[in-house]
């Protein structure tokens, strides 16, 4: 069964700085795409940034590129997101998903199957 578990959300001022920690367990998928996605209050869901099985690079939305950093530790089976330059727009609840194959179509978070119970993100001024 796969679990993920998202860790490292807080409070922080802006222009901070937070590491998100998603662990993964039970994956079984020889192929995968691995995604952060957030979601503020009275909005919609959005992607953040997505790997495809810990090949190649992350892609980012843009609306967070050059601030946002994905990374993977293998051993670990760990999925990071680091984020600088926080800005309040950030503030929400941050989730991790994984789902089999390729990540097409990944930005609006469906067809992702497992999801983690997400860790919240604070910005204040």
């Known amino acids: 069964q796969v679990q993920l578990v998202e860790s490292g959300g807080g409070s922080v001022q802006a222009g901070g700085s937070l590491r998100l920690s998603c662990a993964a367990s039970?994956?079984?998928?020889?192929?995968?795409?691995m995604a952060w996605f957030r979601q503020a209050p009275g909005k919609e869901r959005e992607g953040v940034a997505r790997?495809?099985?810990?090949?190649?690079?992350?892609s980012y939305a843009d609306s967070v590129k050059g601030r946002f950093t994905l990374s993977q530790d293998n051993a670990r089976n760990t999925l990071y997101l680091q984020i600088h330059s926080l800005i309040a727009e950030d503030t929400a609840m941050y989730y991790c998903?994984?789902?089999?194959?390729?990540?097409?179509?990944?930005?609006?978070?469906?067809?992702?199957?497992?999801w983690g119970q997400g860790t919240q993100v604070t910005v204040s001024a």
């Open positions: 998903a994984i789902r089999d194959g390729y990540c097409y179509q990944w930005l609006g978070g469906h067809a992702f199957p497992h």
């Open positions: 790997l495809y099985a810990g090949v190649g690079s992350p």
């Open positions: 039970g994956v079984t998928y020889s192929t995968y795409c």
